[in-house]
């Protein structure tokens, strides 16, 4: 099978039509896979190699977060190769998606990828994320594999104004601890914990959401 196959069915999978925003997304998604892969012979953005794998635990592991956050202003959180920021650019074209990574050859990459893909709601920024700085407060802060929650909250909590209460953090887990959950005190509390179904996946995933 090949991979623009098993990406039209690996979308069809899931539990959301992800097409509605945008019909070319699954030339995208192939292009922007094939850009990891090329990109993964020099600068080692992924320890998978396999565009097909890519798509499984990278992109769709990243889509299937979609109906559990909230735009239209979203910042994602030591970026690395895109994830989860890009996959939920290309499906939400509507939302502006802000992609903060310190690594400066993984920085380049997302700018190309950015650039070939013509993401005008993509916009990338090569820094530490404390350094990190916004106009207005995040609807949706996300990371994956970036730290664990206490320092997540942390080095992040400075994106929020003090008086909204919309803004929400998403921390993409694997399977998150209750040591690691009881790392988030007052006046941040753990509004929910949901599992993830993720299409052709049988690692379990989790999504964290944080409210302040």
């Not at 993984?106 to 090569?126: G, M």
């Amino acid at each position: 099978m090949n991979l623009s196959t098993q990406i039209a069915q690996n979308l069809q999978a899931l539990d959301f039509d992800i097409s509605a925003q945008r019909n070319d997304i699954h030339e995208l998604i192939h292009r922007y896979l094939l850009l990891i892969e090329k990109w993964n012979r020099i600068h080692n953005l992924t320890a998978i190699k396999n565009p097909a794998d890519m798509l499984i635990q990278h992109v769709m592991d990243s889509l299937a977060v979609i109906p559990h956050i909230t735009g239209p202003y979203i910042v994602d959180v030591g970026s690395g190769a895109g994830l989860p920021g890009l996959p939920i650019a290309l499906a939400k074209p509507d939302w502006q998606v802000d992609l903060v990574e310190s690594n400066q050859k993984k920085a380049s990459f997302l700018q190309q990828v950015r650039i070939e893909l013509a993401l005008d709601n993509v916009t990338v920024f090569p820094s530490r994320i404390e350094e990190f700085q916004v106009e207005k407060t995040a609807n949706t802060i996300i990371t994956r594999a970036f730290s664990n929650l206490g320092e997540f909250i942390q080095l992040t909590g400075h994106l929020a104004s003090h008086d909204n209460a919309e803004c929400r953090w998403a921390a993409m887990k694997a399977n998150c601890s209750d040591t690691e959950k009881a790392q988030i005190n007052a006046p941040y509390y753990i509004e929910a914990a949901i599992a993830l179904t993720v299409p052709n996946l049988a690692a379990s995933r989790e999504l964290i959401i944080i409210k302040k």
